[in-house]
């Protein structure tokens, strides 16, 4: 797989309006982490929900892809958070997308529609079609939109996979691509105590944190998510959003 090299955010003396925004017409940015030399990281939320997952929830074999008990984690704690939410997932629960945006704390950014895959191989998923790739990101911008809140122009591959082809789909869009350098694990934890210590075995000053809101698929996050924030205040590593994490 081929990746657009990767690049640090830095402080704009013109900030784009809507966090993320990028030129249109030219391979959007890849974003691995924020500033080294600012203790603070982002937390962020992936909210996946694919069409096999849609069918599992139609048929009653899972409970829920959506983690209220970690919403009110966060809520709680009044820790800010960006969430990036497919298209799918915002039209099957309308209601906890217009509670995460309706938060000043929480931002959203974009997960693709259905959580397809933009290459070849990428964790068994079902491949978006070359041809398709644009208009699904942008089909998602627009499901998005009317929700209102803190939305920005993030965008998020599934599986964090991508090749020189996604990225050229995404020019027309204006898009900052992010991936992460702290990669959880959660849907594939049988407890708690492995999504602890990937976090914080691998987070530093200006890490971007990926994490899960689906439950069913990320069992155990809501009962690692105090244990994360726990050790982020003893290495005084400050929470914020990631566009607040960018802007340096």
Not at 20 to 33: F, R, S
Not at 95 to 114: C, D, G, M
Not at 213 to 223: K, Q
């Amino acid at each position: 797989m081929t990746r657009s090299p990767i690049v640090e955010a830095t402080p704009s003396a013109a900030p784009a309006v809507i966090p993320g925004a990028a030129e249109a017409g030219k391979d959007p940015a890849v974003v691995q982490h924020g500033p080294r030399d600012v203790k603070r990281v982002a937390l962020t939320f992936d909210a996946d929900m694919t069409d096999a997952m849609a069918a599992r929830l139609r048929r009653g074999e899972v409970k829920s892809y959506a983690n209220l008990r970690l919403l009110g984690i966060l809520e709680k704690r009044q820790i800010p958070a960006t969430f990036f939410v497919t298209g799918q997932w915002a039209e099957e629960y309308p209601e906890v997308t217009r509670r995460i945006v309706k938060n000043p704390l929480f931002e959203v950014a974009n997960h693709s529609y259905e959580h397809a895959a933009f290459t070849g191989d990428c964790y068994d998923l079902p491949r978006v079609a070359p041809a398709g790739m644009t208009e699904d990101v942008a089909k998602t911008f627009r499901v998005l939109e009317p929700f209102g809140g803190r939305q920005t122009r993030y965008f998020r591959f599934p599986g964090l996979c991508h090749d020189r082809a996604a990225l050229r789909a995404l020019a027309p869009l204006g898009v900052t691509v992010v991936d992460g350098d702290v990669v959880s694990g959660d849907p594939f934890a049988r407890g708690p105590e492995p999504v602890v210590d990937a976090v914080l075995s691998q987070v530093k000053p200006g890490s971007i944190v990926i994490m899960h809101v689906t439950e069913a698929n990320a069992l155990y996050t809501d009962d690692a998510l105090p244990a994360v924030l726990a050790g982020l205040r003893r290495r005084g590593l400050e929470p914020v959003t990631l566009s607040e994490l960018l802007a340096g």
